[in-house]
């Protein structure tokens, strides 16, 4: 590891430590991190604030801007007729926002060249699974008819993207997409999963190698699923990593960062998709850690590299990509 962010992880942990575990502090603690560390480059995107259609759950629309050169004069002018990109945001089911999630949403549209529609699912402890998860699947459900209403022009090509927990979000409502009759009129094209959580009853053996001392604690991630699910539920068959996987699975881009205690949940559910032909590519991120979109500053490499990573698999054409393409970094 960098002497940098050892440093900085050395530092974070001794400040943090003695934090007190409740959701307030969670979201807090979120928030403040993302605004100390986040790109001050933000993406110019064009942005619309209303709610999924046929529903209370609040969403931001980001519409990319491409920059013209008219008479001289740079100018910035809307793109029309984009794909479409579904962004589940992270925090352990109990923080994050689409304030908090604002700069990564924007960086998301730019870089992928697509409208991504971030939304504002429920959170727990005050609203346990499944309801956050319910928010997904109807937001899912009524993406294109959510953008008809707003008038907005795109191209009937849906993404689905998740980060941490919305990983988790977007894994699951993609296996129930490929089993259940869905509503949506249209197909899910690719599905991008960064860092994601996908195991809630915590097997992954990088928990033991990277449980401590690397930002998210082994500790903190089961306080986040006590206050997700109410007792006694079945959290083994709540994990999308155990769910059913067919071939009608969309192309999936799995992202995970070195020194993150849940890697291998992603590395796992890369090899469960290779295992059922889907095609899938999987880019371990040398020198980062869990959240890395989070902290810009901290982390640029592993931003500018995943950003580049996505805007590549996004808009390469379908299966262009080889059945397994697998890009990791060995470990020191």
Known sequence: MESHLRSWLNAFHQQTQDAPLNANAARDGLKLLTQQYQCQDIAAVHTTDTMIANSTIPCRIYQPL??????????????????????????????GNIEV?????????????????????RLA??????????????????VFTTL?????????????????????????????????????????????????SLDYTMSAPSLAQY????????????????????????????????????????????????????KDDGRRYYDRLITHGVHARYLELPNSIHAFLNLYQLQQEA?????AAINKFL???KK?????DTITQQEE
């Open 66 to 95: 491409t920059l013209h050169h008219a008479h001289s004069a740079p100018a910035l002018s809307l793109d029309t007729d984009c794909p479409v990109t579904l962004f589940f945001h992270g925090g352990g089911h109990l923080a």
């Open 101 to 121: 999630y604002d700069s990564i949403s924007r960086q998301l549209a730019h870089a992928s060249q697509s409208i991504v529609i971030t939304i504002d699912y």
């Open 125 to 142: 402890p005050e609203h346990p699974y499944p309801a956050g998860l319910n928010d997904g699947r109807h937001s899912l459900y009524n």
């Open 148 to 196: 008809d209403k707003a008038n907005i022009p795109y191209q009937r090509s849906l993404r689905v993207l998740g980060d941490s927990a919305g990983g988790a979000m977007a894994a699951t409502l993609i296996q129930e997409w490929g089993f259940r009759s869905c509503p949506l009129k249209g197909k899910i094209d690719k599905l991008v999963l960064i860092y994601p």
């Open 211 to 262: 449980g401590s001392g690397h930002l998210l604690e082994k500790k903190k991630i089961a306080w986040y699923f006590e206050q997700y699910f109410v007792p006694y539920e079945d959290r083994y068959h709540a994990s999308p990593l155990f769910g059913q996987i067919n071939q009608d699975h969309p192309e999936t881009l799995v992202i995970t960062a070195q020194y993150c205690p849940i």
């Open 303 to 307: 931003c500018d590299h995943s950003y």
């Open 315 to 317: 808009n390469a054409p």
């Open 320 to 324: 262009a990509l080889p059945l397994t």
